[in-house]
């Protein structure tokens, strides 16, 4: 028996008293029900009983962020309340279990027809989830470790196109970037296990190159190959990288899922590049769903040693400061004494531009920084497109403005001209 | 090498020609990408690309569903624009592979700043995804037989409180029900192995009531064991589950995932099922993420037997075109050759009341209808509760009013007074 609780906090949109919708969550996601049950005694909603720890009513809106929601029957003011709420649970309801906590925390509340709006903004957990699950077993050491990238984020590209590439054409654009001094590259998440690129036939044509080069300049590449599927196929697959001499592998969160996560992260002997392909479903609506800083916290706990966080100026919906909340929850440890501190990935339309600005917000530079047309469309080609990002971050690292260090640096001179819009 | 091809329908939301973004859509799923890369050869795109099969205009909105998207730079109509489009991939993109399907029609589309609305309405599968699948290996016949239920709808209903009660007091509560009559029983979502009430224990303590049961009176009663976990504990619990004579074993989808569901259906020798807790983040904004009929088929395939589709005039916030729509997909087969039908769960605020309605739009009884307070509430009892419930299901498939069924039978009576509102 345990007397911690689990911490949850939520934005929340309601036309009901906030405090009296609050409770009707604790209650749904605890002991309560619609109505009252003999079984429910004070004994029994003392022990297992869901709280109300805190409530901040925010800004009243003026229309409800999604429909199907009930108003209280003598309701003629209209207003839609919004409130910051945390919830907590616990321990001992569910154990220190990852998927029954998600069921808890975010199960069947999100159709709760009190609100209008419903997100999970954050959570806590007590210390029993870090002795419970791997967390990343190489994190930023590790994989600094295996990449040989001492200091400064790894410089990283994807494979583009991202499927239809064979096993040979792909090895020969490894070739491509490793001659070009890249530290990372990837697979897409739509590059899988198809007759025209079998992934077996991919790893070994991809480590030729990587292990070649390696041998002729001691520097080894990291290359994360794509491995979702079924638990048998991510196994062996992950074998089969090891085997091969590779230091990644890459799986889609959100098409494995929790369980199969866990699974990978007991087996696996190498870090786990997590993409999160179809976090949008999740999150792209602000009142709806998951933040990305309680989300990631799960797969961390799970065993993810690098997290996709998108990028400043991205190609998608995101705004910069989600972005940079992201990353910066990614580095901030999950527990006293086991931080299960992850690399953030950037992506999306990321260049050298971008590294002042990335550097600044995050005082970091424990990431991966993947550029594609960054890279591979910079005019003087691939190794002046990295050089052009290396160029960037030493800038940005040394409190030096683009513009200048531009001056003495040809790669990133063409680099800030090519990506000027 | 096949030539068959995945299909998925979606709605759309843009402000630029819809015809235009959906080619945007198709390229960032497949071969495109933001910049032209040199290896997109028009062999490769024709061998790899997606296809836009069908686009259907549908009318235009005044404001944009979700935020962040772009509008056209030479805009000034302020238009919205909404379609209904079918996209197309080669099934050699990926192979039959569950895991990466998700990735390929949900992945990276929802944050793609080209549209203020997106969420896939439904899709058809290559039959190979039938022959790389467990399916349901119980679904309507295989349930049927184990519940000894041959006709109508499974009466059900829930453990409450969700979470609180000990093994003992849940064992006295199944005593109850079985002895009211009740066909089948699950655990809540919330129940999982914490200390006050370890699954073991749990376990043993009920079958030793529904063996009981069946022994003196023939009838067991079906109990759907919450094992969410990892997968070493799911299998674990399936197995007592099945030695202490279970018929049935329960699972969160959403907090499992994917892969751990698929790997839960090959071990499992008991029906699944199958929970959707957390689904009001994936689809309560009606312009993104999926449509159940989109989703259930991805988790029939998987393996589920049992699919929550909510009810008429529920607690939440679903309409009841929705919830029948679920529910008719569920029934619907998903292969010719292999029809993967499952049994839809009806729950949420369920009483007598709704089974003519229910009945009318469905026209099966292959269903498992769930009430809480519908039986547990009951003015004479949950004897009479279940009988409330097989009174009006037997009105309901013979075509006589619930009122005139309830003059001959008080149960039912009863049922419809309490129930009123």
Redesign the interface.
């Known amino acids: 028996?345990?007397d911690q609780r689990i911490l949850a906090d939520y934005l929340i949109e309601t036309a009901f008293d906030p405090r009296v919708a609050a409770e009707a969550m604790a209650g749904e996601?605890?002991?309560?029900?619609?109505?009252?049950?003999?079984?429910?005694t004070p004994e029994?909603?003392a022990?297992?009983?869901a709280r109300v720890e805190m409530l901040e009513e925010l800004e009243a809106v003026a229309a409800p962020s999604?429909?199907?929601?009930r108003r209280p029957r003598d309701d003629r003011s209209g207003a839609i309340r919004t409130a910051r709420v945390t919830l907590s649970w616990?321990?001992?309801?569910?154990?220190p279990?990852?998927?029954?906590l998600?069921?808890?925390i975010?199960?069947?509340?999100?159709?709760?027809?009190q609100f209008s709006g419903?997100r999970l903004l954050d959570m806590r957990l007590p210390d029993a989830f870090a002795d419970a699950y791997e967390g990343p077993r190489f994190g930023v050491s590790g994989t600094r470790a295996l990449a040989g990238v001492d200091d400064g984020p790894l410089i990283g590209t994807i494979v583009?196109?991202?499927?239809?590439?064979d096993a040979q054409?792909t090895a020969d654009?490894v070739k491509t970037l490793a001659e070009a001094g890249i530290d990372f590259i990837k697979d897409d998440?739509?590059q899988?296990?198809?007759?025209?690129c079998p992934f077996d036939e991919r790893v070994r044509a991809v480590m030729r190159v990587i292990n070649d080069h390696a041998e002729r300049t001691g520097k080894k590449v990291m290359f994360a190959f794509n491995l979702?599927?079924?638990?048998d196929?991510?196994r062996r697959r992950h074998d089969l990288v090891a085997e091969a001499g590779g230091t990644c592998v890459m799986a889609?969160l959100?098409?494995?899922?929790?369980?199969?996560?866990?699974?990978l992260a007991r087996h696996s002997r190498l870090p786990i590049h997590a993409?999160r392909?179809?976090?949008?479903?999740?999150s792209?609506?602000?009142r709806?769903?998951?933040s990305y800083v309680a989300w990631q916290k799960i797969w961390r706990l799970a065993g993810a040693d690098h997290m996709h966080v998108n990028g400043l100026a991205n190609?998608?919906?995101?705004?910069d400061d989600s972005v940079i909340a992201s990353a910066r929850a990614c580095l901030t440890p999950l527990f006293a004494h086991r931080p299960c501190i992850v690399m953030p990935v950037f992506s999306s339309?990321q260049s050298a531009k971008q590294a002042p600005a990335t550097y600044a917000a995050l005082e970091s530079t424990d990431l991966i920084y993947a550029a594609?047309?960054g890279i591979?469309?910079h005019p003087g080609g691939p190794a002046a497109g990295v050089e052009s990002l290396r160029d960037a971050w030493e800038a940005a690292t040394s409190g030096v403005p683009l513009a200048d260090q531009a001056a003495a640096r040809p790669a990133l001179a063409a680099a800030l001209k090519a990506y000027a819009t």
Chains 1, 2 share one sequence.
Request: proline letters at 7%; a negative charge.
């Open positions: 028996m345990s996601q605890s002991s309560g029900t619609f109505v009252a049950v003999p079984g429910e029994l909603r022990r297992s009983g999604l429909p199907g929601a616990p321990l001992d309801n569910l154990g279990s990852l998927p029954n998600v069921a808890t975010a199960g069947n509340l999100f159709e709760l027809s419903l583009k196109p991202s499927v239809g590439l054409a654009l998440e739509l899988a296990d198809g007759p025209h979702t599927g079924d638990l196929q991510m889609s959100n098409s494995v899922g929790l369980v199969g996560m866990i699974e993409h392909n179809g976090w949008g479903t999740l792209r609506h602000p709806l769903g998951w190609k998608f919906c995101e705004t339309g594609g047309g591979m469309a």
